[in-house]
């Protein structure tokens, strides 16, 4: 199955600060998705990209698709406290996720 | 409209002893999915089953089985529960396979001792 390789790892970043979490495929993808899970809770889907050098923007989330397909990325404008929790993508096929990073918020 | 239910939310076992974790559906998904998730390791699929019918392996499925009773339900049985199994274990389930999101139950955090 196609494998996905998430970092960092952990991000602590003060309240305001911008944070950005990469996904890396040594396959190119057919889609990929990403989900937030807060603290004590299930993984939310957030998006899916499906096109070549897609942009999607949430309020102040951005996510990208490669050129290649085979990276993702999640950018966070200005973090918030309310964006703390573990950021998954997860590849298309048979839905295997990436480890995820997690994000910490320092008021 | 409940989504996504898995029973029990809970649940302490000695090891060797089995149990099944029931997870059941409202929306008429085709896929479904059982994860496991321990601290630092992400989510790794333990069975997905595409459609009613079918069942497939994932990444770590040594000492589970699965059946997919209905096109609703889809349930994780631990025949011998092992300390190494404590973990959260989340449900899924889709429209169809990895092409649409995914919607996640509760968990049920199970601890072997």
């Known amino acids: 199955g196609q494998q996905v390789m998430q970092i960092p790892q952990y991000q602590h970043v003060q309240e305001g600060e911008d944070f950005t979490t990469y996904c890396n495929s040594s396959?190119?993808?057919?889609?990929i998705q990403w989900y937030k899970q807060r603290p004590g809770r299930h993984p939310v889907f957030k998006i899916q990209?499906?096109?070549?050098?897609e942009v999607k923007k949430q309020k102040r989330l951005t996510f990208q698709f490669g050129e290649a397909k085979k990276n993702s990325s999640l950018h966070i404008t200005a973090t918030q406290t309310t964006d703390v929790g573990t950021y998954f993508c997860?590849?298309?096929?048979?839905?295997?996720f990436g480890a995820g990073t997690r994000l910490t918020v320092k008021p | 409209n409940a989504g996504v239910t898995q029973t029990p939310k809970f649940q302490v076992l000695k090891t060797g002893q089995s149990m099944t974790l029931q997870c059941a559906q409202d929306?008429?998904?085709?896929?479904m999915y059982w994860y496991r998730q321990d601290p630092g390791m992400g989510l790794r699929l333990i069975y997905y089953?595409?459609?009613?019918?079918?069942?497939d392996k994932g990444e770590v499925p040594n000492g589970y089985n699965v059946s997919r009773l209905n096109k609703r339900e889809f349930s994780l049985r631990l025949e011998s529960a092992a300390p190494s199994q404590t973990s959260v274990y989340f449900c899924?389930?889709?429209?169809?396979?990895?092409?649409?999101?995914?919607?996640f139950g509760q968990g049920t955090r199970l601890t072997v001792v």
């Open positions: 899924a389930s889709s429209v169809a396979g990895g092409s649409t999101e995914a919607f």
């Open positions: 929306m008429n998904h085709n896929s």
């Open positions: 396959t190119t993808l057919s889609n």
């Open positions: 990209l499906v096109k070549s050098g």
């Open positions: 089953s595409a459609s009613e019918g079918t069942t």
């Open positions: 997860a590849a298309y096929n048979d839905m295997r």
